[in-house]
């Protein structure tokens, strides 16, 4: 029996959560909660532990202290808690990590069939319509290389999406992007949550933490300083270290 | 079509005047290459003359006629019919089919051992990678000529036939050689090894084909299955036919030695050990290397879509790191084969054994190693084409 943990409704739970990276301490006691359905902007400074803090989350990365649960599972050195909780997360790359030697359906079709053992039939099914859902199901049987940056993201979105996940986790998906691309990734994002998707997102874009989020997160050297809805987090923030960074984020 | 506007315009800007000729840049690369030729051939025919001049005055013979000459030597090994009444022509080639026979087992092994221990090297498991490093630094570092002799020794230290190391009623190790059971040898085997190349062969031009057709129409065609089903399908459908034969022929003590079964002599195998575990060190470092030339995100990638470590390593790390692998992989072939040389000194005959013997007889030094220089220049350049042709097949479609 896998052990659980009562976590109330929350689908990731995170508590005391400390990482270090050999003597540098990169996470600080973060605790953190996500509920169902919720849509959780990270932002803060470069090299606060934002990407760190959600690579954990699917042990992209190890914690050393704290817990992590999803699901009610704890994430723990168990490979099977390990690949259960993986199953279950999505995740999107800032630089897109598509397979380059696959065309975009074999991108898409990989996880379904070697993980979820679905009919290459089937899995080809799925991929056109979660293709359609990003807006590309013409560029199917295109290599990766041959898209553009936007048309990239969109593809690495919907390879997560194949997997059918509960939660999606995302590490500036448009950072990388020119700025004509960062609309189409965007929407597409936004339309994942509006579909109800449990999202973690790190990005800058502001105007999509003010419309999308429930609750946004400001991270600085490895400690979360504020949490709250968009209105207060923007409207009013309560620390010096958000007003700061806002300044500087908003000028641009 | 609408092809139309994009055209490229079908002639080339042709240089017009005199002036146009002497300044084109085309003619002048020509001109210069053409001229680097005639003085290659010159400088050849002036040393091939002076050879020949030098070699009439000391009476020695000159041109290649005495590869019609009966051998008047016997050879341990043979693939081919050959007796010592056959030409040193049909010497040669049986010296040519044994370099090939070794050489193409010895890529085989080296290879599957060589991405074995690459594989092992970065597995994450430390005693793995330390007995892999161990592996490779001996392999690599031991001259490929001591590790020939050391197989001949171990392999002629083995007990006389009469007390073989005993592996069942299957195989009898001896000094004399290695004895195995095998299928009982009938002509139905020769047909099924030619439907096997005709099956290889049909399938790689229906993959390539596949891939022209999904590229023209976007539609995508598995090769997959048919692909196994005719390499592996013709020989056993050839086998059906004939009547399936099951008889296997078991080796069996007679006199001396054994009868039946298939036989490997201790020469061919301390050679092919030899030249094939000193080979797969050095592929293991560039499957080492290749695996680590593949960017962490990818890894990332795939570990977040949850898949297991050995399926990334078959669909994501090693496709990718073929490309990085299969460039210095084909100087690894290459060089293998022109290790197989050593033979002479475990008393293989392979290619250049059997020259050297040819050499000593006829005392046409020059003409025996121009004919072996020809054939192993020959080998190796098709190993590289035929590399060169898979490498443009793992190669990555960029825009
Ligand atoms: N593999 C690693 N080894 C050592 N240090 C690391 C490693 N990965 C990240 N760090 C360090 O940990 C800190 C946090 O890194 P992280 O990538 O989580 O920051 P971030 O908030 O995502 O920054 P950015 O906005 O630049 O992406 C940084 O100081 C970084 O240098
Ligand atoms: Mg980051």
């Known amino acids: ?252 | 079509m609408q092809d139309h506007y994009h055209a490229a315009p079908t002639g080339r800007n042709k240089p017009r005047s005199l002036h146009d000729l002497l300044y084109s840049k085309a003619i002048r690369t020509t001109f210069y290459q053409v001229l680097m030729a005639v003085a290659i051939c010159a400088l050849g025919l002036f040393l091939y003359n002076n050879v020949v001049d030098n070699l009439t005055r000391q009476n020695i013979a000159t041109g290649f006629s005495f590869l019609g000459q009966v051998s008047n030597f016997e050879i341990g090994e043979k693939l081919i019919p050959y007796t010592p009444r056959s030409t040193y022509l049909n010497a040669l080639m049986v010296g040519l089919v044994n370099t090939l026979v070794v050489s193409a087992a010895g890529i085989i092994i080296a290879t599957v051992v060589g991405f074995m221990v690459g594989i092992a090297r970065v597995s994450g498991n430390w005693m793995l990678e330390r007995l892999a490093l161990t592996y490779v630094e001996i392999v690599r570092n031991v001259p490929v000529i001591l590790q020939a002799i050391f197989w001949i020794v171990v392999l002629r230290n083995l007990p006389p036939p009469k007390n073989a190391f005993v592996l069942g009623e299957f195989g009898f190790l001896t000094n004399r050689g290695l004895y195995f059971a095998a299928p009982a040898s009938t002509p139905v085997h020769f047909w099924m090894w030619l439907a096997l190349a005709f099956g290889i062969v049909a399938c790689i031009i229906g993959t390539v084909a596949a891939r022209r057709y999904r590229e023209v129409t976007g539609r995508y065609v598995d090769m997959l299955l048919p692909g196994l089903a005719l390499i592996l399908g013709l020989p056993f459908l050839v086998w059906l036919v004939a009547g399936a034969p099951t008889e296997i022929s078991y080796p069996v003590p007679k006199g001396f030695n054994y009868v039946g079964g298939v036989s490997i002599s201790p020469e061919f195998t301390a050679l092919l050990i030899g030249i094939s575990m000193y080979a797969s060190g050095f592929i293991a470092e560039i499957v080492r290397s290749g695996i680590q030339a593949t960017p962490k995100g990818q890894v990332e990638a795939a570990r977040a879509i949850a898949l297991k470590p050995r399926f990334i390593m078959r669909y994501v790390i090693l496709p990718q790191a073929m490309r990085v692998i299969v460039p210095p992989l084909t100087s690894q072939y290459v060089s293998l084969i022109k290790n197989s040389s050593i033979a002479v000194v475990v008393g293989y005959p392979d290619l250049v054994n059997i020259g050297n013997t040819m050499m000593n007889q006829t005392g046409q030094a020059v003409e025996a190693i121009a004919v072996m220089m020809i054939v192993y220049l020959g080998i190796s350049l098709t190993a590289s084409l035929v590399m060169n042709l898979f490498n443009r097949f793992v190669a990555i479609k960029e825009r």
């Open chain 1, 1 to 252: 029996m896998l052990d659980t943990h009562d976590t109330n409704d929350a689908v990731i739970k995170i508590s005391s959560l400390c990482k270090w990276f050999g003597q540098f301490k990169v996470l600080t006691d973060v605790d953190l909660e996500v509920r169902k359905g919720e849509r959780v902007v990270i932002c803060g400074p470069s090299g606060s532990g934002k990407s760190t803090l959600i690579r954990c989350i699917n042990r992209l990365e190890e914690h050393q202290s704290g817990h992590i649960w999803v699901n009610g599972l704890e994430m723990t050195d168990n490979i099977k808690n390990i690949e259960a909780i993986r199953r279950n997360i999505g995740m999107v790359f800032q630089s897109f990590n598509l397979f380059p030697h696959l065309t975009v359906l074999e991108n898409l079709t990989l996880g379904p069939t070697l993980v979820r053992q679905m009919k290459k039939k089937d899995a080809d099914a799925l991929a056109m319509q979660f293709l359609e859902k990003v807006c590309i199901p013409e560029q199917a049987h295109k290599y990766p290389l041959q898209l553009s940056g936007g048309q990239q993201q969109r593809v690495a979105i919907a390879r997560s999406l194949c997997m059918e996940p509960e939660i999606m986790l995302f590490d500036e998906p448009t950072s990388a992007l020119d700025p004509e691309m960062i609309k189409e990734v965007l929407d597409t994002m936004i339309e994942l949550a509006d579909s109800g998707m449990t999202m973690i997102v790190v990005t800058h874009e502001m105007g999509f933490a003010r419309t999308v989020a429930n609750n946004v997160v400001l991270m600085a050297d490895g400690q979360i300083v504020e949490t709250g809805p968009p209105e207060s987090f923007f409207g009013n923030p309560q620390h010096e270290r958000t007003r700061t960074f806002l300044d500087q984020i908003l000028k641009h």
